[in-house]
């Protein structure tokens, strides 16, 4: 299998940004890492590894991201508001920088968005604002209100809100949503979402899946059995949903 090390200094961030790349041809798949995911966390964890196949038969091609959630959502040191500024110059390096890398490497084939956990939260985010850009969202155990109190998961802005959080945040804008032009784009893109039967964000994932239903946003939600808030399962999920 492919394997490509690719790493630059980002003026978005401000700092060097690293990434890896499996196959060379077939469907983009962007793939999010956890909170503290680093660019090597997916081949770490085996996901990669359960996509091996399709990655050698040329269906898929895989783009696994270094994150900075320890110094954007999860910096307790800085204010809420610098805390969401800051992940919202990740999403620009996102768009402004992976996306076209991806596109140069790459130009055929559909583009996925994909990621768990934390992942997921931002996989979401970025295609529920710019559905015209990915063909696919497959994201596992995700929380698509990070503002949410649930078991051991805090409010991650600590009662600060503010708009930056509201246009990032999918289960606060969705439902205000109405542009037919992006609900249209929405509503011809496969999306899927996994959760556990156990996992805490379950609730949050049946609204959400309860909003797009509304919306007329075709979707599927997989509830697993137990627990699937964890690497196992999401090796698995992702040899299913990719």
Known sequence: MNRE???WYSPRLH???ELLIFGDRGAKVLMLPTRDGRFWEYEERGIVASLRDKVEAGYLQLYCLEGIAQESLYDRGKHPADRIRRHAAYEDYILNEV???MAARNPFGATIVQGCSLGAFQAASLFFRHPHLFDKLAAFSGRYDLSLRVESFDDLFEGHYDEEIFYRTPSHFLPGLADDGVLQHMRGREIVLTIGREDPFLD???ALSR???AK???HQLHVWDGRAHRASA???MAALYV
């Open 5 to 7: 090390y690719h790493r």
């Open 15 to 17: 700092r060097d940004m």
């Open 99 to 101: 996306l076209p890398l």
């Open 204 to 206: 949050n994932n049946l």
């Open 211 to 213: 909003l797009l239903a």
């Open 216 to 218: 007329g946003i075709g």
């Open 234 to 236: 999401w090796r698995k």
